[in-house]
């Protein structure tokens, strides 16, 4: 079986000095891609050097909302040459993030990313906490012709299915993991299997039993376990199905 990371930042420093042996592990374990996202202009050049080296990873690039605070206008300018590269496949990670107390702010390079991604055409990664009913209508607005992916659903079904109507993928990663997550857990053992793509967000989020720890993409094949789990399709049904959606969604 053959799985892809859809959502991991290879390139934080909690992964210095681990790439080399992490990369050979995922390998042994069938994680044959990893799609590294962006977080700010500062910080593009670096992920990519850092990453390029790795045959496994692939390039978002992108302003995150926690990053969005020391954006200037002008990083927005900058961001179609970096779309460029033939390991690019999507803006990200953009979106809203209601913890933060900036959404003006957020919600202008929100927007101004996802009319870059429409120009580009790319699909988007989107990053979202208690911000479904800002995102959602935005997407329909904006009308993105390759559509993107919710990176860590979390939500209800009916949430879910706003998304995939509006042609968008649901990120399946550590949450799952979690017993307490009830409204989520069912919502992705619902919805239809050519919605969803496998992510860790390493180094961030954590399955559960692994709190405190540094999360990993060697721990996607655990993700896809647990996701079998709530899912009523054989394994390697399911197993092909996801790597299907990941193709379809960024075309490799
Ligand atoms: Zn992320």
Known sequence: MLFTDSHCHFDFPEFSGLRTDIARQIRELGVHRIIVPGVSAAHWQRQFDTCRQFAPCYFAFGIHPWWVEDAKEED????????????????????????????AKQQEFFQAQLAIARSADLPVLIHHRRTHHLIQPLLKQYALPRGGVIHAYSGSFQQAMTYVELG???????TITYERAQKTRDAIARVPLTSLLLETDAPAMPLAGRQGEINSPAYLPEVFRQLCQLRSEPEDLIAHQLEQNCQQLFSF
């Open 76 to 103: 927005l300018t900058l961001l179609p040459d970096y779309l460029l590269h033939n390991k690019v496949i999507a803006v990200g990670e953009i979106g809203l993030d209601a913890k933060i107390d900036n959404m």
């Open 168 to 174: 968008f993928k649901l990120g399946v990663g550590g």
